[in-house]
C-alpha cells in the first residue's frame, strides 16, 4: 500500500471549505431574494384587504350620471 501524501492535504481542504462557504451563500443569497419577493406580495395583499375609507366609497358614486 503507498501513503498519500499529507503536504497538500490542508490546501485542499480549504479549497473544499472555500467552496461550501460559496455554495452556502449563494443559497442564502437566492433564500434572500424569495423571501423580498414573498414580503411584496404579502404587503399588497394586506393593503387589498383593507375595507375603503368612506371618502374612498363616496369618490366613486360622485361620478355617476344625475
Given amino acids: 500500500m503507498t501513503r498519500k501524501s499529507t503536504e497538500h492535504q490542508p490546501e485542499g481542504e480549504s479549497e473544499m471549505v472555500a467552496a461550501s462557504v460559496a455554495l452556502q451563500e449563494q443559497g442564502l443569497e437566492l433564500l434572500r431574494a424569495e ?3 414573498l414580503k411584496g406580495i404579502m404587503e399588497g395583499a394586506a393593503h387589498a384587504s383593507e375595507p375603503s375609507s368612506d371618502a374612498e366609497i363616496e369618490a366613486g358614486f360622485d361620478n355617476m350620471p344625475v
Fill in 35 to 37: 423571501m423580498q419577493a
